[in-house]
């Protein structure tokens, strides 16, 4: 079964400073894999999607994300955040076949001060 | 294009009553997934429809149940509700034939039961 470990419940970081967010997937064959946005009380927002081609692929609001296939990876980074960046982070894979349905994360929770 | 619509964005329920929420997903979009959010149990996969056909359901008792319209709405039921169903419900919407064209999400319902 195909699942998704986002080993960090909640990051700090600084206004204007880089910012990484890890996603771990398992499954079998290549994945589909997807980061959200969600900000309190609202729906997911899609940053960003990769499915085959260029491992590094860019989204929206400054973020890209790089499939690692050899380290099950698909991490997400912003080279200098926003204090409008603190949200809730999920990255989420699907499968092309069998169910369509995507498996979250547990969300990292982004906090930024000033 | 308009998005994803769900109705109503609240909802305060009583023990033992039943819920339908409402989900409009964007034109021509046939795939409509509805998706359970709670701080325990994160995001989970309830169920997907595609052509007024249930594709996929995710391991949820048989008090949660859904449809599809022939205009792609659906709607989802909760029976005999419980403290524990308080959640904020979330519906996503695609093409349904392929993950790579990604799924939008709603601004969701939030479900509060007392």
Redesign the interface.
Known sequence: AQSVTQPDIHITVSEGASLELRCNYSYGATPYLFWYVQSPGQGLQLLLKYFSGDTLVQGIKGFEAEFKRSQSSFNLRKPSVHWSDAAEYFCAVASLFGNEKLTFGTGTRLTIIP | KAG?T?TPRYLIKTRGQQVTLSCSPISGHR?V?W?QQTPGQ??Q?LF?Y?SETQ??K?NFPGRFSGRQFSNSRSEMNVSTLELGDSALY?C?S?S?G???Y???????T?LTVV
């Not at chain 2, 990604?102 to 969701?108: A, L, Q, R």
């Open positions: 994803v769900q795939s997934s998706y994160g995001l996969f997907e595609f594709r996929n995710g979330l996503a695609s349904g392929d993950p790579s990604g799924y939008t999400f709603g601004s969701g939030r």
